[in-house]
């Protein structure tokens, strides 16, 4: 079945480490995303690429960065920058192109990511 | 400045009755689509339905319904005869434009369901 699978689905990071959240797909998506949900919260986002090796970024990117070298995989790293990471972490893709209007965001099962 | 608004933190509505959640956005594009996403407390986002700027009919799905009036840059969600499984969060987004797949959200309204 086709989807999208975010690992780990718990992940603790320590003071001043660099943590990696996994992002894949098998949908063929060209577009990916990457959300940030505090709790009671709404969904912020913190990166999306619409292409391999092509990323813009969202509206809380400080302190994450990402790369898309395969159009399958997303990954988002949780820099020591970041201060406040504790949050559950949503990726999602999409289809691009001309017909992508009304195609909805595929989303994982998330990550939540705690401080030690 | 806020993209999308949903000013219902939390709603509490009996079973069977009809419930309605707002949602107000912000665009100065022409060409932009609406969604709404249900999110249980499992965490999982479920898409539910889809209102293009040019669609001139409001969408419908099952028991969802899309009350579009472009005017006012307004698009809520209509869920006719609740049911206990519609207790969640529930998220208005907008993706705008034509060249952009920047897709942002609103902060949700949870919604409670009363046996």
């Known amino acids: 079945d086709g989807g999208i699978t975010q690992s780990p689905k718990y992940l603790f990071r320590k003071e001043g480490q660099n943590v990696t959240l996994s992002c894949e797909q098998n949908?063929?998506?060209?577009?990916m995303y990457w959300y940030r949900q505090d709790p009671g919260q709404g969904l912020r986002l913190i990166y999306y690429?619409?292409?391999?090796?092509?990323?813009q970024k969202g509206d809380i990117a400080e302190g994450y960065s990402v790369s898309r070298e395969k159009k399958e995989s997303f990954p988002l790293t949780v820099t020591s920058a970041q201060k406040n990471p504790t949050a559950f972490y949503l990726c999602?893709?999409?289809?691009?192109?001309?017909?992508?209007?009304?195609?909805?965001?595929?989303f994982g099962d998330g990550t939540r990511l705690s401080i030690l | 400045a806020q993209k999308i608004t949903q000013t219902q933190p939390g709603m509490f509505v009996q079973e069977k009755e009809a419930v309605t959640l707002d949602c107000t956005y912000d665009?100065?594009?022409?060409?932009?689509?609406l969604f709404w996403y249900k999110q249980p407390s499992s965490g999982e986002m479920i898409f539910l339905i889809y209102?293009?700027?040019?669609?001139?009919q409001n969408a419908t799905e099952g028991r969802y319904s899309l009350n579009f009036q472009k005017a006012r840059k307004s698009a809520n969600l209509v869920i006719s005869a609740s049911q206990l499984g519609d207790s969640a969060m529930y998220f208005c987004?907008?993706?705008?434009?034509?060249?952009?797949?920047?897709?942002?959200f609103g902060k949700g309204t949870r919604l409670h369901i009363l046996p």
């Open positions: 665009t100065s594009d022409q060409s932009y689509g």
């Open positions: 690429s619409q292409i391999v090796n092509d990323f």
């Open positions: 999602a893709s999409s289809r691009y192109g001309r017909d992508r209007g009304n195609q909805p965001q595929h």
């Open positions: 987004a907008m993706r705008e434009g034509r060249r952009d797949d920047k897709i942002i």
């Open positions: 949908l063929n998506h060209d577009a």
């Open positions: 209102q293009g700027s040019y669609d001139e």
